[in-house]
């Protein structure tokens, strides 16, 4: 009996995980004997408790508690998918770890990779299983599958859920037959590891605006919709956080043009908002203010 354990926190890596978890029903070959996850999970929790073997880790760099959970579990497979932090050895060594990355690996390995890559105008990425190493995203490739980045990054987060669960099956499939290969990565040193985008990358400048093509502020607003740091607009009462914008071919006859106005005047803004592009103007659907003192107010 094979032994599998998910090690995730994010909505698309649980809806894998109770993908897996309905396969186990038709092969009696293996077993999700463990799920560990945070506090900060981004699913139902009181859900997850049906399981028969949960764990909730108060600190989720804690490797020496990690460890010893699966180690008492004897699983041989961890699927650590959307853990946000670091895994370090003797677990790398003493499991099979795997990984999901959107991305065709090596290209766009490292920190926000669904931002990178849309923000670059690629649309045509892929959904990375891979087995975790001691590097960056560097480890021996199992399965590639193409992935679409069109939409908003729940659009995305779905197609991985799907994505990866089907990539899960067949591994799992694999494995139990002693079939599963993997295939180290060529071009690593070409294709450097790209740092975690920081909060004030996600700024909107005004005085670029106007330079700026709708597809441009688009895939800015798409990719950083939440649960990462909105595209923001820096006003002197605060930042208006952008969530959804649409496109007008020509000036609209109401409402607020951000860079068009003096700065000074926008208090706490509300009705219609929008930005002069270099061709056309992009309207705020979906936004929220943050004040200087923090609140949030919705708009």
């Known amino acids: 009996m ?60 804690d490797t020496e508690t ?75 490739i199992h399965m590639q599958l193409p992935m679409s980045l069109d939409g908003n990054v729940e659009d995305i987060f779905e197609r991985m859920g799907s994505c990866g669960a089907a990539i899960s099956r067949k591994f799992i499939a694999e494995y139990v037959m002693g079939e599963a290969v993997f295939t180290p990565q060529s071009g690593l040193s070409d294709n450097p590891p790209l740092k975690r985008r920081k909060p004030e990358q996600s700024e909107i400048k005004l005085v670029d605006a106007s330079l700026t093509k709708f597809i441009q502020i688009n895939n800015m607003v798409r990719s950083l919709r939440d649960p990462y740091p909105n595209a923001y607009v820096s006003l002197p009462a605060g930042r208006l956080l952008i969530q959804g914008v649409c496109y007008l071919p020509e000036r609209p006859r109401e409402g607020i043009i951000l860079n068009d106005v003096p700065l000074w005047s926008i208090g706490h803004p509300d009705g219609t908002l929008c930005l002069a592009l270099a061709d056309g103007y992009a309207q705020i659907t979906e936004c929220a203010f943050a004040s200087n003192e923090r609140s949030i107010l919705k708009t």
């Open 2 to 61: 094979k032994r599998v354990a998910f090690v995730i926190y994010r909505q698309w890596a649980y809806e894998i995980f109770k993908s897996v978890l309905a396969y186990e029903k038709e092969n009696a070959g293996f077993e999700v004997s463990l799920l560990i996850t945070s506090p900060k999970a981004e699913f139902d929790l009181e859900e997850a408790k049906h399981f028969r073997n949960l764990a909730i880790i108060d600190h989720e760099n």
């Open 66 to 140: 990690i460890d010893a959970l699966l180690s008492k579990s004897n699983v041989e497979v961890v699927c650590y998918y959307s853990w946000s932090w670091l895994v370090r050895e003797p677990i790398l060594t003493k499991y099979i770890c795997l990984c999901l990355h959107p991305s065709p690996l090596p290209k766009f390995r490292g920190g926000s990779p669904i931002q990178n890559q849309i923000i670059a105008g690629v649309r045509d990425s892929a959904l990375s299983h891979f087995r975790m190493k001691a590097g960056i995203d560097d480890g021996d």
